[in-house]
């Protein structure tokens, strides 16, 4: 589970900006094509603060979704699903979004 690496990365950068004021909020977003489990860095999130400035910390996250753009036809449009097929029915497409992994926002008390 990759998730606790990634989850303790952002709770270790987020208490090194913060020089350990006592956050309250802190807000992610992780793209749907990003590989990470919105629900796992939820569980882990709570193990991870615990004795840290972060603890109680409420966790909010976005979830875009993935977006292509086709090759063949310059359409831009979302991914309704993890198989990277324009509406066209090209399947020359790049990924232009859903990909990140973002610390969006901390709020501290």
Same mark, same amino acid.
């Given at each position: 589970?990759?998730?606790?690496?990634?989850?303790? &990365?952002?709770?270790?950068?987020?208490?090194?900006?913060?020089?350990?004021?006592?956050?309250?909020?802190?807000?992610?977003?992780?793209?749907?094509?990003?590989?990470?489990?919105?629900?796992?860095?939820?569980?882990?999130?709570?193990?991870?603060?615990?004795?840290?400035?972060?603890?109680?910390?409420?966790?909010?996250?976005?979830?875009?979704?993935?977006?292509?753009? +086709?090759?063949? +036809?310059?359409?831009?449009?979302?991914?309704?699903?993890?198989?990277?097929? +324009?509406? +066209?029915? &090209?399947?020359?497409?790049?990924?232009?979004?859903?990909?990140?992994?973002?610390?969006? &926002?901390?709020?501290?008390?």
């Amino acid at each position: 589970m990759h998730e606790l690496s990634i989850t303790q &990365s952002v709770v270790d950068t987020i208490a090194e900006a913060t020089g350990g004021a006592t956050v309250l909020e802190v807000r992610l977003e992780i793209g749907r094509l990003s590989g990470v489990v919105p629900d796992s860095v939820r569980f882990c999130f709570e193990l991870v603060c615990a004795g840290t400035a972060l603890a109680g910390a409420d966790l909010d996250i976005v979830e875009p979704p993935g977006v292509i753009r +086709c090759r063949d +036809c310059a359409r831009v449009s979302e991914l309704p699903d993890a198989f990277p097929l +324009c509406p +066209c029915g &090209s399947a020359d497409v790049e990924v232009v979004g859903g990909r990140q992994l973002k610390i969006k &926002s901390v709020e501290v008390a």
